[in-house]
């Protein structure tokens, strides 16, 4: 049974088939509660790669190394996540109680921390006079946005004859268009898109594919490549190219660069994302439970990446050193284990997953099980 399943009478005028007893509350909870430990567990060192990679930002300059270690990360992690939630989409309908979820656990956050992050950068002086805009996403609040408009789309991709070259041609046009702007951050949703495409058509022998010894083997020279050929990239390359927010003209690139790397870096994402999730742990780890907080993590941790700029924790000269970024890159990965802890998830999910029962009607949220209303 899926999380959103209710259960079904059994018709007593069949007696040809056994009648199945209804689960009780226990059984029924466990049944709903059940996780696959893989994703939980890609879920969490994906957001850690988050951290690090906004950790690294002001030690970019001066640091060849540092900066390849950025383009690599920024390569793969925003589009896996993409794709995940592209996975875990595929049975969204335009249902109330599917609709009445994605409020309040999308729209409802982004209102609430595009509100919250527009306040903390006025106080940190970054951008004292910026207004509050529900349709320029500030700093990683794009991501929300994003998945509202993936997510509203997805039956549509499941009807289109064939969805990912269709999301691979509007997010090639994306690039050519400067004039798209930035309500909602439109250039990303265009340009990630292919990659929320790709995940609603994974299934589950995609991923254990993936994740064979072979593969194993495998990604491992891949990835050291990949760090290879992002090294020799860093002074050739515009790695701006990999936060999919601007066009090629805003790239100060010529108009056919757009189309040409949008497919060569969807391919190069692809590749390094496999070679990802072949790594990621498919057993119960001491992090699993912290890959259902990773939404938490998300949101609270852009609050002390922008904090560390302004109380000025990049300032002292030995950050800059070897065992500075080292350093830095261990206390990013520590921050956000503790902000995907279950305690910091009861604190703050008022926040990140409000009910909403006061605005929305209850049964739609939870349909007709009452085990559901917690």
Known sequence: ??????????????????????????????RVDQRDPFFDNAKYLAIVLVAVGHAWEPLREGSRAVTALYLLVYAFHMPA????????????????????????????????????????????????????????????????????????TAPVWRLARWPLPLALAIAMLATLSPSIGDDL????????????????LLKPEHFRLVRRRAVRILALPVLVCALAVAYWAVPRMNYAWFFHSESAEELAAPAWYGPLMTLAGFGCSVVLVACFLAWVPGRRTWFTALGAGTLCGFLLHGFVAQGAKHWGWYDSAWIRQPVGEITV?????????????????????????PRMVYALRARELIGDDPRRCR
């Open 329 to 353: 890159t261990l206390i990013a990965a520590a921050v956000m284990t503790a902000l995907c802890a279950p305690g910091v998830q009861r604190v703050f999910h008022r926040m990140t997953e």
């Open 81 to 152: 996540f993409a794709m995940i939630s592209g996975y875990f989409s595929r049975g969204f309908e335009a249902r109330p109680r599917k609709v009445g979820r994605l409020l309040t656990g999308v729209a409802v956050p982004y209102v609430v921390f595009e509100v919250a992050y527009t306040l903390f950068t006025r106080w940190t002086s970054q951008d004292p006079d910026r207004p509050i805009s529900l349709l320029d996403p500030l700093y990683l609040t794009w991501f929300l946005a994003a998945l509202f408009i993936w997510r509203l």
């Open 1 to 30: 049974m899926s999380a959103d399943a209710t259960p079904v009478p059994t018709v007593t005028r069949a007696p040809q088939r056994q009648q199945r007893p209804l689960p009780s509350a226990g059984a029924g909870a466990r």
């Open 185 to 200: 951050g439109l250039q990303r949703v265009l340009q990630f898109l292919p990659y929320f495409v790709l995940g609603l």
